[in-house]
């Protein structure tokens, strides 16, 4: 099949590389010049595991192409996937301008029939605007061609997004017609060949899906997060009480631990834009904004145990942060927990010193660029030297089981914050450690 991806971002350039890699002719398209240059050059945006050899080995076999030509790539193409992206406007709704961008485009330069698919996460009612856009432009160019517009959510999860892509749990597609849903079944007949995961449904509720699922997963989480801060004060182990809970098939292991909140892309700006939509049709949904609330409290979860163990003034100290990218395996930083620690040490007086194995560039340039007081250093261990205590904030493997005693010799205080619980109270009180976790009380 032959298929545009407008939008060469984390969903689009997985997407496109994926059915590229099933045999596919894809044009992957973004307006962002220097991302496409680097693309044509072997050199890939983002980090993302996995996906360097696939996005080379599928360019050099002709099938995976990297343009900003729209016009080129609507001629030769009869699918065009939007995936760009639909960030969190003024009041909290997702932001359309983009995806409707693009549907100005498909207006101005599709010549034949094409099955338009929205990747992108969007409200309920968007394949409608993407339709009506489309339409009002062929009108004013008078041209006669007909079009699909069809929802198809993606779910992958960034760090494991190849992984995800090529074995979904599920296909989610929203269509008003049984043809287009055929379309769409044969695109992703490779996907989805050993099981039935195929699930059809029309457009509205494809597009709620992806509003439930994530808002699901982000209230199983601030949940546990409210869990674990009334074991903190009650003296219970919020490690034990996971395991415990999680043990009930009908709860799950899976989206309970604990740790300094939720970031990403993803949970922050759906949960809003779900709660934008309710109050746009007059509902107040309570339980979504309590998830969003306790997400934004439970950032600061660790410098309150900071302020609370070295006072509210922290001039003259100096932290080292392990992690910045807002989960393992990704150099994304949007929304991440690291953004609000960093920020509210840094106001209180503190110096940071940073490390992460991918999310530098990230941080330097963009979301920590007007921070003063933070240095970043190329090891985990140069970054503890002289520091008063250590916080590790995201759980890269390289975190997991690191040398306790180089890092006591390393810190003035053997002090460690973990953000994400990772490891064992007994072994670091027995070095001589104070260790603070979510949802323990220290001892
Ligand atoms: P992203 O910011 O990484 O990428 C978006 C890309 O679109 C950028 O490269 C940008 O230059 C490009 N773009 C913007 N306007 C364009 C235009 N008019 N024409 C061509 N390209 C244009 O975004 P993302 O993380 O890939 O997310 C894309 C969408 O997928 C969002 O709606 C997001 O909510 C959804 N989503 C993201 C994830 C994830 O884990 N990142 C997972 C599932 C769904
Ligand atoms: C999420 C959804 O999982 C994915 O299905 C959707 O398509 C996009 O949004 P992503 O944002 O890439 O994916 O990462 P995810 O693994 O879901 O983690 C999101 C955040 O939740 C991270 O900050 C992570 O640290 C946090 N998290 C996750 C927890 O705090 N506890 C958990 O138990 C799981």
Same mark, same amino acid.
């Given at each position: ?53 696939? &996005?080379?080995?599928?360019? $050099?076999? *002709? /099938?995976?192409?990297?343009?900003? #030509?729209?016009?080129? =790539? @609507? ?86 997004? &190849?992984?995800?892509?090529? $074995?979904? *749990? /599920?296909?989610?597609?929203?269509? #008003?017609?049984?043809? =287009? @849903? ?105 339980? @979504? ?155």
């Amino acid at each position: 099949m032959n298929i545009s991806v407008v939008g060469t971002g984390y969903v689009g350039l997985v997407t496109g590389t994926c059915f590229a890699e099933m045999g596919n002719y894809v044009i992957c398209v973004d307006v962002n010049e220097d991302k496409i240059n680097k693309l044509n050059n072997g050199i890939i945006p983002i980090y993302e595991p996995g996906l360097e050899r696939i &996005v080379i080995e599928n360019n $050099k076999a *002709d /099938r995976l192409i990297f343009s900003t #030509d729209i016009k080129n =790539a @609507l001629e030769k193409t009869d699918i065009c996937f939007i995936a760009v992206g639909t960030p969190m406007g003024e009041d909290g709704s997702a932001d359309l301008q983009y995806v409707l961008a693009v549907a100005e485009e498909i207006g101005k330069h599709i010549t034949k029939h094409t099955y338009i698919i929205n990747k992108s996460t969007v409200p309920v009612g968007t394949a409608d605007k993407v339709r009506e856009t489309v339409s009002r432009v062929l009108q004013e160019r008078g041209a006669d061609i007909s079009f699909d517009v069809i929802s198809n959510p993606e779910f992958l999860k960034e760090g494991a997004a &190849v992984n995800d892509f090529m $074995k979904p *749990d /599920r296909v989610v597609v929203g269509a #008003d017609n049984e043809r =287009a @849903l055929d379309v769409m079944r044969e695109l992703y007949a490779p996907f989805t060949v050993n099981h039935e995961r195929f699930i059809a449904m029309d457009v509205r509720s494809s597009e709620m899906t992806k509003y439930a699922a994530n808002s699901m997963l982000a209230t199983k989480i601030s949940f546990m997060n409210e869990i674990a801060n009334i074991c903190e004060l009650v003296g219970a182990d919020v490690n034990k009480v996971r395991v415990g809970i999680g043990s009930d098939s009908r709860i799950g292991y899976s989206f309970i631990y604990p740790g300094c909140g939720y970031g990403g892309s993803c949970f922050p700006k759906d949960v809003q834009a779900l709660v934008r939509t309710a109050n746009k049709n007059g509902y107040e949904p309570k339980l @979504l904004e309590a998830v969003e609330a306790v997400n934004y409290d439970q950032k600061k979860s660790i410098p309150r145990k900071i302020f609370k163990k070295f006072g509210e003034d922290l001039s003259g100290m100096t932290f080292a942060v392990w992690g910045l990218s807002f989960k393992p395996e990704t150099d994304d930083m949007r929304d991440a927990a690291s953004i609000t620690i960093v920020k509210e040490l840094v106001a209180k007086g503190a110096k940071v010193k940073a490390y992460d194995p991918k999310a530098f560039h990230e941080a330097q340039t963009c979301y920590l660029k007007d921070v003063e007081g933070i240095e970043y250093l190329d090891s985990k261990y140069t970054a503890l030297t002289g520091c008063d205590a250590m916080i590790l904030v995201t759980e890269w493997k390289e975190f997991r089981s690191p040398d306790f005693d180089e890092i006591k010799k390393r810190l003035k205080n053997p002090v460690i914050f973990d953000g994400r619980n990772q490891y064992s109270s007994k072994k670091l009180h027995e070095m001589g450690f104070e260790y603070f976790q979510i949802g323990v009380m220290p001892k």
